[in-house]
């Protein structure tokens, strides 16, 4: 390291050598000899050599090259804090704004990963003062420094829960404040601009990359958020600022989500905007921010069907937050749709079969009991707002496509509302009485594997489906006023319970066979434990190690058996009262 006066002999010759003469080797030596100095803690010192009035050509020429050393001693909170914000506020000052913006995004674009936050927020008031110098030039420069920023930003967790946010770990709450901040004084600018003259290319370009910011924003880490309207929380002000961004910069949000045009891009580019939309939209229709400007115009079908491509993409996702958003979104846009109005025409859309089957994934493998409920509310929903002929459609394709005996079952139940709710009414037409339902009842009234089907696993479809057909035994008028209908549903009611009755015959007999297999064994199991409390102790810790490799213990296996065969029980009673029903109505006279 150089003494004191080589530094002096190395200044002096700075201050007589041309900017074009100077080699990156005096670059680097100016950004050794201020890291030396910062290092012995003697900011004060480089403060004073950097506004030092005959220093002012180096600073100008070669400054840039201590932002680094200068923000690491600020994000590390050494000694001479103080000097080194003031230093660098003098060189955003000095230096040129083109050489600084080139040094703060290789700045962003090498953050320490264990120092994202603190770095962040040390540095962007400081980028904020340098874009502002740039004049007409700062749209494209406003556009490079928020795409690396939030880049690093995309690297911190998200917090979900509400202690999480408030104890803000990793920073990403407040990073995300002082990001609202640092846009702050550009889309006032745009604000401004707007009405006021003739729109100009920078114009145009500093609204397009603060819109990227917003929806960017939307994705990450927004969509990731848990936001909830009567807690007030930063990620929620965030969210709240971004909303009146996109109306500050003459973005509408009904624009956005309805009318927004389809442009062809890569499947990663055009994914990320449907993301960022579909949180939008739960922004917009869930949490009502911005609501109250939204065209009253739109009727609820139509907002319907445009927000359905962003409910399917929320529910295609397996994150929890996403799920969430997708299904409160769901619920908020199908609450405002009339009962039994919704067409037909508009299940050939690909969302609307789409939606659906996310459903129907949810409630059959989604882990968590939370979102299986809120999903089956949800699906509810979307039953109720079909119209009858949408209903009887939709049913048919749940049957032969979910391959779920407790979907099955489900809609099957729904049937048999919908049934109900025709005899009621007298409004027969349509699905759900007459020949319609006969073309129904031919998938419900069936087994899967015929005599093999397994009867645990289809509980619940042939348990909804014996309901069904004993309620249509006992509402016999309303099927003999139609043609034909009686003698075919006694047809398929006879054709069913013979088919049923013989694979509960097979069930039960393998099931019972399976219980005395497993009684059998738990008697050897107690013998053998008997005969190893008189063994050895290695021999017992063999037999121990044995038990712990089984796969499911005797008492579950005994229990689950055991439930079977009362299930076959309940079956076959519900047979036996459908026979002697059927029998009854046969007597009776037309």
Known sequence: MANEDQVKDIIHRWQSTPEDDLKPEDYQQL????????????????????????NQGIVRSMGCVLLSPLFNQVVKKETSLDHCQAAITHLTRTCRPNDLLHSFLELIEDIDPGAISETILALVPHLQTVLLQLGDRKAS???????????????LP????????EADEHGLCRCCTALAEFTRPFVEEVKGRNGNHATTAEDEELKAELLMFCMRSLREPLLEAELNRDRKSSLWLFATQIMVTLTAIHESPAELLLFSPVKRSRQKESCERSESRACLAYLLFVQLMGIDSFPAVFSPPFILQCNMAYINQLLSSKKESHLLKGLALCAKSLESVEDNSLPVSLLELKSFYSVPENLRQVLTDCPMQQLRESALRVF??????????AKHKFFRCMLKTSNHAGVEGYIVKNIKNQVERSTKSGTAGQGFLGDELLSLLGLVFSLPCGAQTDLLNTMDRVMESLNLLRYLLLRDKELRSTTGAWEQLSGIQEQYVKMLRVCIGISRGYYSAELKAVRQDRKLKAKEAREAARSTGL????????????????EVQHQVLQSALVTFDLMESLIFRIEEIAEEKRKTPN
Request: glycine share 4%; aromatic share 4%; charged share 25%.
């Open 158 to 165: 998200v917090p979900y829960s509400r202690q999480q946010e």
């Open 380 to 389: 509810q929903l979307f039953i109720d707002k079909l119209d009858a002929e």
């Open 31 to 54: 950004k050794n000899v201020a890291s030396a100095c910062l290092t012995q803690g003697d900011g004060a010192r480089l403060l004073s050599f950097l506004q030092e009035e005959k």
């Open 539 to 554: 021999s017992k810790r063999m037999i121990v190690k044995h038990e712990q490799v089984s796969n499911m213990s005797p």
């Open 141 to 155: 420069c406003l556009g490079s420094a928020l795409t690396r920023l939030q880049e690093q930003l995309a690297r």
